[in-house]
């Protein structure tokens, strides 16, 4: 999109990005063309190591009342909390 003129602006709107994602992506291109946009991760870094993520998924599989919830119910809010553990 860069490549046929199209702003920063113009991109984070059709790609329903943030403005600051697109000024990234419009430097990577700068810098590297096509190539560099592909390198890297998108997103933000995880806030959670594979250690981490490996004990939520455990307990997820687990069920709720494994992890002290009263019901066989999991809710964002309960999913949130065994995160949060």
Do not use: C, Y
């Not at 990005?17 to 995880?46: D, F, Q, Y």
């Not at 490996?54 to 999991?74: D, H, I, Y």
Request: net charge positive; proline share 6%.
């Amino acid at each position: 999109m860069f490549a046929k003129g199209a702003t920063q602006a113009d991109v984070a709107r059709e790609l329903a990005v943030s403005r600051p994602t697109a000024l990234e992506w419009h430097r990577k291109w700068s810098e590297g063309g096509k190539k560099a946009l592909a390198s890297g991760r998108a997103g933000r870094p995880p806030l959670l190591d594979a250690s981490d993520m490996a004990k939520v998924v455990k307990a997820l599989r687990a069920g709720p009342r494994s992890n002290g919830f009263p019901t066989e119910m999991w809710t964002l809010t309960r999913v949130a909390d065994v995160i949060e553990t």
